[in-house]
């Protein structure tokens, strides 16, 4: 099958994902376009990978690049959200700089969200800017995180509180490598296609009722899921770049579910990202059917496809205990996009019909959750 | 006297540099023109400053700001180089977050390059970019540093390994303040004024020749001559933002200027950055000399100038012992700015008339130093 292209245009920068399977295998072949390189006896780069990637999937690249001649020094650091730190960025940029590596040369981020959120941090700091290249491994990060620019580190005071918005100068989402994903982790990435779906197009959604379950397997549906929701993200992107406007709408589900993962300090045997946005999203569309915006038959449509693919959907999926609501509260204020301290939620007017709301009552978010905890106490 | 104004045009970004006496206590007014805030009951942000300005001037500015009912956190960082550090940025960093500061609110940068670098660094990459403010408090930082938006931090590999592009919404540069500055850092801060001349402005430096004592004592002179630096340093950002061409012309005796520095460990009392760039001016036009690009006698007339206001030119003007002419060499070969182990060097044809040279010979820069190095010894 034939590799497809996203092209994702911005002001000052455009760049491509290559969508297939067996990408990996053309590596060279795509940084050699994307950098304009003749030849690559000059290329050096380094590949940020993580412990997990590293043992399944580094010795192919390895060869692939060795192959054509490319110098690259390998840099792994711990599977895991815990690597999204200060301390894990200063080891691996201390390693770009041993190596030597300069202005023109590239960093590789292979692996998931956290690769890429680290691994771009680094390219767009070091020397005041790195190539960066992109070759995301799971589900999510290839359809979601790899795309938009935006990389980061965590703080103790949030997620994502440090960071920069920092283009690649390509994205290489091979479809096979998602094959050794946990399944967990695939149904999670699911979910953020399922919102793609949920913001404005509701064409998509049902083509997801029909055809999701294939995109589990490696075939045309997945590659085209995944180019679907690149283009869908690309585009928001494009028209803004720094989510000063409509970019917000991609948090449909995210204020919920950044909510939940902090309430459940971030514990991955509880809760991971794709699972909270799904519980967000189903919680987004509880909630704007309480304020009268939507039909609460939308909403059991929404949870019906979610549970279908094995995501959860209810506060009473996540194991273990919840703090109360007004602990939950005081978690949503302290979200990175809430300005002044309105409450901005994204809501819903019907299948594919998000909107942002701003000056969402703090006190009708609080009943809301005091009653979907009260179902489960 | 009025304040003047030098408007810097970017791609994307446009901002001014407010010049003139006494514009500390104009501080809230440039702020809220700058971003555009009608009243000040929400305007919140923190003024990143070290122990010296602090003693000096923290309470001026503390006062004007609380007059106009600004809420300010201010956060003091050791003075001195070694504040441009990984450790250094992230307590700065947490404490923003403490603070509670959100994407709209502003880090203001009150101090020379150091914290300039520091509270620019970390602006940029607080929630992907704050709004920054810049109030320079030394000559070199009001003239160089504050204009061209370079942020960054140091590494264990070299001087600014790590930082970003990021440009102030505005500077605030208060010709009165440099009055309370040592006078060697003013000096200092007078060598890159000279540099300007240098690179393209022959009238530029007959005018300094005439003046420059001038510029030492407050008054329509000094703020002249900042005035006609900052325009002279915007129009080349303006032309080459990302340093791609041009903008290394900026550069004019900083390759022999860094190496002096990273000679010397950055020890303040041997050497301070101003005092390098003027050596590093007058090795580039003697090296010039060398290889028949221009005429001695262009050499003395520049060393009359530099030594007539003070400064160091010569390598034995500096204190204490000098390594090698081989492992000056290596240190040279480290700049970031050396590309594909090419040697690059801004050299000269004439007075005003530098130019960047690509490819310059090793060889030829070693025999040089050698030379430089023999008449100390």
């Given at each position: 099958m034939q590799a497809k292209t996203v092209t994702v245009k911005l002001d000052k920068h455009c760049y491509d994902i290559i969508i297939g399977p067996n990408l990996i295998a053309q590596t060279a072949l795509q940084i050699k376009r994307s950098l304009h390189q003749k030849d690559f006896h000059q290329t050096r780069l380094a590949v940020v990978t993580d412990t997990n990637v590293a043992s399944l999937h580094l010795d192919t690249l390895q060869t692939e690049l060795t192959r054509n001649k490319i110098h690259a020094v390998p840099i792994v650091v711990e599977a895991g959200e815990q690597s999204k730190s200060f301390s894990t960025l200063q080891t691996v940029i201390d390693k770009i700089l041993a190596a030597r590596l300069e202005r023109g040369d590239s960093v590789i981020a292979f692996g998931g969200g956290v690769i890429g959120d680290l691994g771009g941090f680094a390219a767009s700091i070091i020397r005041r800017g790195m190539n960066f290249i992109q070759i995301p491994t799971t589900l999510l990060a290839q359809i979601d995180?790899?795309?938009?620019g935006k990389t980061g580190i965590n703080s103790r005071y949030g997620k994502n509180l440090i960071g920069t918005f920092y283009q690649p100068r390509c994205v290489i989402a091979d479809t096979c490598i998602l094959d050794t994903l946990p399944l967990r982790q695939f149904r999670a990435g699911y979910a953020e296609i399922v919102k793609y779906g949920l913001i404005n197009q509701p064409d998509f959604f049902e083509w997801l009722e029909k055809n999701g379950q294939k995109i589990f397997s490696n075939g045309p549906i997945r590659t085209e899921a995944i180019v679907r929701s690149c283009q869908f993200k690309a585009h928001i992107v494009a028209r803004d770049e720094y989510e000063t406007g409509e970019r917000a709408l991609l948090n449909l589900g995210h204020t919920f579910g950044h909510m939940l993962e902090t309430a459940t300090a971030y514990d991955s045997n509880r809760l991971i990202h794709g699972e909270a946005v799904a519980i967000g999203m189903t919680l987004a569309h509880q909630f704007s059917a309480q304020l009268n915006l939507i039909n609460p038959t939308l909403t059991h449509r929404i949870e019906t496809h979610l549970k279908a693919v094995g995501l959860p959907t209810q506060?009473?999926?996540?194991p273990g205990k919840l703090p109360d609501a007004e602990t939950l509260m005081t978690l949503i204020s302290q979200d990175k996009k809430v300005s002044k301290n309105n409450l901005t939620f994204i809501l819903t007017r019907g299948l594919g019909q998000s909107f942002i709301a701003k000056n969402v009552s703090p006190e009708a978010v609080l009943t809301f959750l005091e009653q979907k905890l009260a179902k489960i106490r």
């Amino acid at each position: 099958m034939q590799a497809k292209t996203v092209t994702v245009k911005l002001d000052k920068h455009c760049y491509d994902i290559i969508i297939g399977p067996n990408l990996i295998a053309q590596t060279a072949l795509q940084i050699k376009r994307s950098l304009h390189q003749k030849d690559f006896h000059q290329t050096r780069l380094a590949v940020v990978t993580d412990t997990n990637v590293a043992s399944l999937h580094l010795d192919t690249l390895q060869t692939e690049l060795t192959r054509n001649k490319i110098h690259a020094v390998p840099i792994v650091v711990e599977a895991g959200e815990q690597s999204k730190s200060f301390s894990t960025l200063q080891t691996v940029i201390d390693k770009i700089l041993a190596a030597r590596l300069e202005r023109g040369d590239s960093v590789i981020a292979f692996g998931g969200g956290v690769i890429g959120d680290l691994g771009g941090f680094a390219a767009s700091i070091i020397r005041r800017g790195m190539n960066f290249i992109q070759i995301p491994t799971t589900l999510l990060a290839q359809i979601d995180s790899s795309v938009g620019g935006k990389t980061g580190i965590n703080s103790r005071y949030g997620k994502n509180l440090i960071g920069t918005f920092y283009q690649p100068r390509c994205v290489i989402a091979d479809t096979c490598i998602l094959d050794t994903l946990p399944l967990r982790q695939f149904r999670a990435g699911y979910a953020e296609i399922v919102k793609y779906g949920l913001i404005n197009q509701p064409d998509f959604f049902e083509w997801l009722e029909k055809n999701g379950q294939k995109i589990f397997s490696n075939g045309p549906i997945r590659t085209e899921a995944i180019v679907r929701s690149c283009q869908f993200k690309a585009h928001i992107v494009a028209r803004d770049e720094y989510e000063t406007g409509e970019r917000a709408l991609l948090n449909l589900g995210h204020t919920f579910g950044h909510m939940l993962e902090t309430a459940t300090a971030y514990d991955s045997n509880r809760l991971i990202h794709g699972e909270a946005v799904a519980i967000g999203m189903t919680l987004a569309h509880q909630f704007s059917a309480q304020l009268n915006l939507i039909n609460p038959t939308l909403t059991h449509r929404i949870e019906t496809h979610l549970k279908a693919v094995g995501l959860p959907t209810q506060l009473q999926d996540i194991p273990g205990k919840l703090p109360d609501a007004e602990t939950l509260m005081t978690l949503i204020s302290q979200d990175k996009k809430v300005s002044k301290n309105n409450l901005t939620f994204i809501l819903t007017r019907g299948l594919g019909q998000s909107f942002i709301a701003k000056n969402v009552s703090p006190e009708a978010v609080l009943t809301f959750l005091e009653q979907k905890l009260a179902k489960i106490r």
